[in-house]
């Protein structure tokens, strides 16, 4: 039977809530760290919808309010774009951050 | 509080990281402090490639071989995959002069071992299908290789820590003192200092400030490369991929290829790798701006613009990411290697401009066997820190 920590927290790049707690216990106490070393967050949706979870399970495991731990930038584009939508000149609804 | 060690190692990147990794290897007890966190600089934001063919060939070339032969052996060592791949990889021209120079090139690159040939128009567009027809040949290796330079970094720190190896983040390094005993003296912005007979200065794009801190000259320059990643897609050719106008430039800058103003400016080059994650990482652009590490629109617009005239199906592909990060570049484009003439037991281990993935292993080992050993071999002079020291300052 599949341990209860084996569940995707990141879907876009299948990381599971263990992988992510291995990673913390290790000494990685940012959300950039987990997101380098576990690849969650790099996928498609680019962390929108696993960000604040893995923000949540740092300040659980390492007592730091949460508010610290989200303090983090979201890199180019904003949403993802056609390769084509940026080939053409003109300005574009992805900014730069 | 002063924390003593057998070496203290400036900069946490995979340089730093790797250096860490082999001298705590050999039994010393190493602190790796770093400025920002996990992959903060350099490390964290290129491409994934171990080249051969982009080496001229030379001590660069040699070298690369060797790290080759470390990284076969770290899959093993650090029990991991490291990501390592060997797709192999295609210089691509797209004109008689470039294919010239190509060809003189490859020459040079056989003689010194390294498997490369020049395929026919038809060959290339078997590996590669979706190329614009406007390519006349490539070059092909089957050697050039990758690996994912995060897993590297991790794994180096993880192995490293335990053999007990420490790595301290968010600790930028503000003082060096040499103090009566010999021993170095390093004080951090949390006013923390750590004490040590050895530093090593593997600070990248910013190990000329570290050398600073100690009256030495290292001249270095950050070079912003910008690179864009892709969804994920099915793989669209064989191989990994550049551009032959990049290495004619740099291996022949005498030589007059067409480019436009927007292309110098930005020292734009074609290179696409696919990741550990089944995207693609399209590159880049090489200038210098400072210590400024933005993407900006001109940049990602110019390397869009010309992976669609390379690979026009790349037009539908979305891309969901830009970054950018700051090649520590020196004046003669070689890495700096080697303990410094005037303060004895200061080594420098940077300056690896885009070659930094291809050559960590090697230059953290060579670099180990230098503060273990004290031992040197002859052709690594050349990669001395001690070739800036006569006439650089009165240059600068």
């Known amino acids: ?97 | 509080m002063v924390q003593s060690y057998d070496v203290l190692v400036i900069g946490g990147g995979i340089i730093g990281l790797s250096c860490g990794y082999y001298l705590t290897k050999q039994g010393k007890r190493v602190v790796v402090l770093e400025s920002g966190g996990f992959a903060d600089g350099a490390s964290g934001a290129c491409d994934d490639m171990i080249l051969f063919q982009s080496k001229k060939p030379g001590i660069n070339l040699e070298l690369a071989f060797e790290s080759l032969e470390l990284y076969k052996s770290l899959v093993g060592e650090l029990e991991d995959s490291l990501g390592f791949a060997n797709y192999g990889g295609m210089v691509l021209i797209e004109n008689e002069r470039e294919l010239e120079v190509m060809e003189e090139f490859v020459m040079q690159q056989r003689s010194y071992g390294l498997d490369v040939e020049i395929l026919t128009k038809a060959a290339m567009r078997k590996k590669q299908p979706f190329l614009h027809e406007r390519f006349i040949a490539s070059t092909y290796s089957p050697m050039d290789s990758q690996a994912y330079p995060f897993a590297v970094m991790h794994k180096f720190a993880r192995k490293g820590r335990q053999m007990g190896m420490q790595v301290v983040h968010k600790s930028p390094v503000v003082g060096i003192q040499k103090d009566g005993t010999g021993d170095f003296l390093v004080t951090t912005a949390q006013n923390m200092q750590y004490r040590a007979p050895h530093v090593v200065n593997a600070a990248g794009a910013w190990a000329g400030k570290v050398a600073d801190l100690i009256g030495l000259n290292v001249p270095m320059e950050p070079r912003r490369g910008q690179i864009i990643i892709t969804e994920k897609i099915p793989a669209i050719g064989e191989t990994n991929l550049w551009s032959a106008k990049y290495l004619v430039t740099k291996l022949k800058p005498g030589i007059q290829i067409d480019s436009t103003e927007e292309e110098k400016r930005l020292g734009l080059a074609f290179a696409l790798t696919r990741t550990e994650g089944d995207s693609y990482l399209i590159g880049s652009t090489r200038e210098f701006v400072g210590y400024d590490k933005r993407t900006t629109m001109e940049g990602i617009r110019a390397i869009i613009n010309q992976a669609v005239s390379f690979i026009p199906v790349l037009k539908d592909v979305n891309f969901i990411r830009a970054i950018a990060g700051l090649r520590p570049a020196t004046p003669d484009g070689k890495m700096v290697l080697g303990e410094h003439a005037g303060v004895s037991g200061f080594f420098t281990a940077a300056g690896h401009e885009g070659d930094g993935i291809s050559l960590a292993p090697i230059t953290g080992k060579l670099l180990a066997d230098m503060v273990c050993e004290g031992r040197s071999d002859a052709r690594l002079e050349e990669l001395s820190p001690n070739r800036f020291a006569s006439n650089a300052k009165e240059v600068s």
């Open chain 1, 1 to 97: 039977m599949a341990n209860d920590k084996d569940f995707f927290i990141c879907r876009c790049e299948e990381v599971t809530l263990r992988e992510i707690e291995e990673v913390i216990d290790e000494g990685y106490h940012t959300i950039d760290d987990v997101k380098r070393i576990t690849r969650a967050g790099m996928g498609l949706c680019q962390g929108r919808s696993c960000g604040k979870v893995i923000a949540r399970i740092i300040s659980q495991k390492t007592g730091k309010p949460l508010e610290e731990v989200l303090q983090t930038g979201y890199r180019f584009p904003v949403r993802t774009e056609k390769l084509k939508a940026l080939e053409e000149e003109g300005p574009s609804d992805a900014e730069n951050n």
